[in-house]
């Protein structure tokens, strides 16, 4: 399988076919509506090969495949398969399909509609897999014009302002990464995430940093925290980390819940594989002083979240919140890898558990957000209207098919043990409370306030006070239970046998901290 380009494959297929359908531009029946998401499936199904089939323990980095893009600049076409690309890929191939089938239910059949979300699947795949920084921009500036266009074309009352804070959030975001990767790339040399891993690895980092930025006129720490605010503030705007989160619970409200269901299953996840890539071989060389200061706000923001959360009326604002909250975990998984270890292998041990309680939490929170905004989606189908805390309840005994699904995807949300939401936040608090003590305690309200509001929706939406006018709503389908059944067959399985996910992860995770002692 190594000589033909798979990943090429993957990714081009529903990016063309996505652009030859918003050229096309009409408005379709289901049937028609439905050959976006066949080509979905087919894109979807043949990813999942890939990843099965990727021999993760040969090596780093699999299927390799470069071009010479810009030669007088040093910009190639590169892309690779290491063990986070694979499940991210393996995360979009069972999201995307799920999307698109939900937006043709819900009536959503114009071909601008579908080959917007077709564009989406084909980008993250060139974002999953970049192993330079010039491709990785490309794509994921790419995906961002898509998921605009939804939002102003065929999102709810209030689009267009909602539309143009995501663009003006997007778009300062990424200036500052743009920015903040040229300075790393002249210093090193290269746009190449490997060659800036290794020159972090060697220590050669910082004193190319100063030599090749010396006409700033400034001293190396404050050079590398100038690049470290660029890069590492960039990319948080697309997580939603707090105080850059302005853009998220409108967007995420406003929005056709099918494209929530990507904005949060994975699109947000861009901005952490990018973290990975691009802010961890940093992390060594920041001051302790800045470090200590992001986490405090990481920390603060996890806090703010989930009381934000908690005074949510809509359903749809309050996983908003919640996303952002859960993302935060990861956030402080990958800036405690910044602690000073000196080689200790207690240390190392700890930071290996961040890192792959990070991606790990990555892949959980990306099914149980899905499965989440794809059941609030049902939900309102039949309600005609948002659904929210203090709406109608009694749902337990009008809809016990509804109510099953939604209650394990939030018990999966709140991380009951049995479930794959507990294993990445174990996982990232095992790590951070022996690199950070501080972090992990001051983080641990939002656990508590996280499992408060969720269970509070349950307890009033399912077991409150029924309204005569919801007895008449249906049950979920056979056809509507399939579509979804593999994100929650995951979400259970991972949560007891959570080694399908980490044989795959391990080796990168290794080879990452290994660049990191010193």
Not at 297 to 323: C, D, H, N, P
Request: hydrophobic share 55%.
């Amino acid at each position: 399988m190594s000589g033909f380009p798979w990943l090429s494959l993957i990714l081009w297929m529903p990016l063309l076919a996505g652009l030859a359908l918003i050229a096309r531009g009409r408005e379709t029946g289901p049937s028609r509506s439905s050959t976006a998401w066949w080509l979905s499936l087919a894109s979807s199904l043949l990813t999942l090969i890939l990843c099965m089939k990727a021999p993760m323990e040969s090596g780093p980095s699999l299927w390799k495949e470069s071009i010479e893009w810009i030669p007088s600049l040093g910009v190639a076409y590169e892309l690779g398969m290491d063990g986070m690309a694979c499940i991210m890929l393996a995360l979009t191939a069972l999201i995307m399909p799920v999307s698109i089938a939900a937006s043709q239910r819900a009536g959503y059949n114009h071909e601008g509609f579908a080959g917007c979300l077709l564009v989406i699947q084909g980008t993250l795949v060139g974002v999953f897999t970049a192993q330079n920084f010039f491709a990785w921009f490309f794509f994921y500036e790419i995906a961002l014009v898509p998921a605009y266009f939804l939002v102003r074309l065929w999102g709810g009352p209030g689009r267009e302002k909602v539309s143009l804070r995501f663009f003006i959030y997007s778009m300062l975001g990424s200036i500052a990464l743009l920015v903040g990767y040229l300075g790393l790339a002249s210093a090193v040399g290269s746009y190449n995430f490997t060659a800036l891993a290794e020159a972090s690895a060697t220590q050669a980092l910082p004193e190319a940093i100063g030599q090749r930025l010396a006409w700033f006129d400034l001293p190396v720490k404050w050079l590398i925290t100038l690049l470290f605010a660029l890069t590492f503030g960039g990319l948080a705007v697309k997580v939603g980390m707090v105080p850059a989160h302005g853009w998220l619970p409108d967007t995420y409200e406003k929005a056709p819940t099918p494209v929530t269901m990507v904005l949060t299953g994975l699109m947000s996840k861009m901005g952490l594989v990018g973290m990975v890539k691009m802010v961890i071989p940093l992390l060594p060389y920041v001051p302790s002083s800045v470090l200590q200061a992001t986490l405090a706000i990481a920390v603060f923001g996890l806090v703010y979240a989930a009381l934000a959360a908690m005074g949510q009326t809509s359903f749809k604002r309050l996983l908003a919140y919640s996303s952002i909250n859960h993302l935060g975990y990861c956030l402080i998984a990958l800036l405690v890898l910044g602690q000073a270890s000196m080689g200790e292998p207690s240390m190392q041990t700890a930071k290996t558990f961040a890192l792959g309680g990070l991606l790990l939490q990555m892949f959980s929170h990306g099914l149980i957000a899905a499965g989440l905004f794809y059941l609030t989606h049902l939900g309102e189908s039949r309600l005609q209207k948002t659904l929210r805390v203090d709406g109608p309840g009694g749902l337990r005994a009008i809809m016990p098919r509804f109510a099953g699904w939604m209650g394990l995807a939030v018990f999966a949300s709140i991380g009951l043990p049995g479930l794959s939401g507990f294993i990445g936040e174990f996982l990232i608090f095992r790590g951070v409370f022996a690199l950070s003590p501080w972090v992990a305690i001051g983080s641990l309200p939002a656990l508590l306030i996280t499992a408060i509001f969720l269970l509070r929706f349950l307890q009033h939406v399912f077991h409150g006070k029924s309204d005569p006018e919801s007895e008449q709503f249906s049950d979920l389908s056979g056809s509507e239970m399939a579509l979804m059944a593999p994100l929650f067959i995951l979400i259970v399985l991972l949560g007891w046998f959570p080694h399908l996910i980490m044989e795959r992860i391990n080796p990168t995770i290794i080879l990452t901290i290994e660049r990191m002692i010193f």
